[in-house]
C-alpha cells in the first residue's frame, strides 16, 4: 500500500524525469538569502529570511505564496535590481549583483515602451546586448516571427491587445538569449481565457527555445499546470514552506487539469498557501447569529 500522499505518488515514468532533472548542471543558485528593508521608524523589517533553492537547467519553477510574503522581492533579487542583506545569489557559479544580460525580466504590467513601434520593442533589448542596428534588427524580426506577430512589427504598443502585448514582452526578454527569464505574475493583468492561451503558449516557447524559467503566480492552478516544480513560501518572514515536484507529464493538456494528481497537488498548495481556512468555520457563527434559516 502507498503511504504518500496522493501529490507525492509518482509514475515510475515521471520518477525518472525528476531524477535525470536533479542531474542537470544548477543554472541559478540561492543560499541562505536575507532581505530586509527599513520601516518608517527607522527599524528593520526581515522579508525574506534564508531562502536556499537551487534551478536546475531548463526547469521550469513557479514561486507562490500570500500577498505580501516577498515573492517579487525574490525574483528583484535575482535580476539584481534589490541588494541583499545576507547570503548569495549565484547564476553559473557567479555571484548577482546588478541587472545583466544573462537574466530576461517579464512583469505584470505592460512594460513595452509606449513610444517604441512593436519591433523597436524587441530590437532594445539586443542593442543593449551590444548588437548593431541591422543584425538587433534581423534577430528582432526572427522573433516576431516565432512569436506569429511578424504583420505587426510596425504598430505600437497600445494599437495590440493585453496578451499581445505581453507576447512581445516576452520576445523582448528572450531576444538576447538569457540563461533564465524571471516572470512576476506576467499573466496576472488578463482576462480567463487569453490567460490560458499565454499559458500554453509560454510552454510552447519553453519546450523550443533554450531557457529556465522563474516564474511568480498567486494562482494555483497555473503554478500546477506550467512548471516542474513549485517553491510553497510563507509570509512574516518569508521563508520555504515546501518544494513540490509536479507529479504530471509533459506536454501539459487541459484534460490534466481535471486530472486526480492535479487536483491533489492544488489541495495541496491551497493548504500550504492559505492555513487559516481549517479555523474559518469559526468566522461562519457570526452569520449564524443573523438567524439565517438553514433549510431553503
Ligand atoms: N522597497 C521597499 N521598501 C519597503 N518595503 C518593501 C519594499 N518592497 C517591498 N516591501 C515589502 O516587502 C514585503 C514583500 O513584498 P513583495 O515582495 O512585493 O511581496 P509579494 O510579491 O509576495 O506580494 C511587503 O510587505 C512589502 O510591503
Ligand atoms: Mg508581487
Redesign the pocket.
Known amino acids: 500500500m502507498d503511504t504518500l500522499p496522493e501529490y507525492k505518488r509518482m509514475t515510475p515514468a515521471l520518477r525518472d524525469r525528476f531524477e535525470r532533472l536533479k542531474k542537470r548542471p544548477v543554472i541559478l543558485e540561492c543560499r541562505d538569502v536575507v532581505k530586509e528593508?527599513?520601516n518608517g521608524g527607522g527599524s528593520t523589517?526581515r522579508?525574506l529570511d534564508k531562502i536556499s533553492f537551487e534551478v536546475h537547467n531548463r526547469e521550469f519553477i513557479s514561486i507562490i505564496?500570500?500577498?505580501?510574503?516577498?515573492?517579487?522581492?525574490?525574483i528583484?533579487l535575482i535580476a539584481g535590481l534589490?541588494t541583499l542583506n545576507g547570503g548569495d545569489i549565484l547564476l553559473d557559479k557567479v555571484p548577482v549583483t546588478k541587472p545583466g544580460a544573462e537574466r530576461g525580466m517579464v512583469f505584470q504590467k505592460y512594460t513595452l515602451f509606449p513610444w517604441l513601434s512593436v519591433l523597436r520593442n524587441v530590437m532594445f533589448g539586443l542593442e543593449c546586448a551590444g548588437k548593431d542596428r541591422d543584425t538587433a534588427d534581423y534577430m528582432a524580426r526572427q522573433w516576431l516571427d516565432i512569436i506569429g506577430l511578424e504583420k505587426y512589427a510596425n504598430y505600437y504598443p497600445c494599437q495590440l491587445s493585453g496578451g499581445m502585448q505581453q507576447r512581445v514582452a516576452i520576445a523582448r526578454a528572450l531576444a538576447p538569449q538569457p540563461r533564465v527569464l524571471l516572470m512576476?505574475e506576467p499573466f496576472g493583468a488578463l482576462d480567463a481565457q487569453t490567460r490560458t492561451q499565454m499559458q500554453n503558449y509560454l510552454l510552447e516557447v519553453w519546450k523550443n527555445v533554450d531557457i529556465t524559467i522563474l516564474f511568480?503566480t498567486?494562482d494555483l492552478d497555473e503554478a500546477v499546470y506550467l512548471s516542474d516544480r513549485i517553491l510553497a513560501?510563507r509570509?512574516n518572514p518569508?521563508k520555504i514552506n515546501e518544494i513540490i515536484e509536479v507529479p504530471l507529464e509533459h506536454p501539459r493538456t487541459q484534460e490534466m487539469i481535471l486530472s486526480a494528481p492535479f487536483q491533489a497537488t492544488r489541495r495541496r498548495l491551497d493548504e500550504l498557501i492559505n492555513p487559516h481556512r481549517a479555523t474559518m468555520k469559526n468566522e461562519f457563527k457570526i452569520i449564524n447569529m443573523v438567524g439565517a434559516d438553514h433549510n431553503f
Open positions: 528593508f527599513q523589517r522579508v505564496g500570500p500577498s505580501g510574503c516577498g515573492k517579487s522581492t525574490l528583484r534589490e512576476d511568480v498567486h513560501l509570509a518569508g
